[in-house]
């Protein structure tokens, strides 16, 4: 660590320090890990905090969708449908009745939220995988996108998109 006496200089060369650690960062390809932290919550028999190491113990599914710039993008990521079985929440056979009314709600560090109907999230209603994604085409979420984020392969319209993804409730109406 550099101490730095000259207390007019310090305010002026800290963020000079700071940018020059973060190309070198950039250009080696080191980066600090980010800490990924996501509530799984609400009407869930089983409430989960997951980090990094959580997510990556679950099973990871690959989908191919076109990002907001219309190009094919592979991502990477954990089910919504993988993430609410280790919430212990029963779908399948167990989804009509009252459950067709349940929802998820997807929230963003900055408070963008979206939501789900459990429908769409099911294997044996529907063959599209929404997943939460901490990969792009083999690398790690950017920062503006990530760590994590939705991807919902076949919208048009990245409405649910989610980017910095904190938490995701389970709601019934």
Known sequence: MVRIRNRLIAPFLAPMIIGSLAIQAQETGVVAPREIRLRVE???PRPLQLSAD???KLPHKKVRARDADGKETEFEGVSLFELLKA?????EYDLRGPALASYLLVEAADGY???FALPELDPGNTDRVI?????REGKPLDPKEGPLRIVVPGEKRHYRWVRQVVSIKLKKS
């Open 42 to 44: 609400g009407d869930v």
């Open 131 to 135: 997943i939460l994604a901490d990969r």
């Open 113 to 115: 939220r979206a939501v």
């Open 87 to 91: 919430a212990e929440i029963q779908l």
């Open 54 to 56: 959580d997510l990556a």
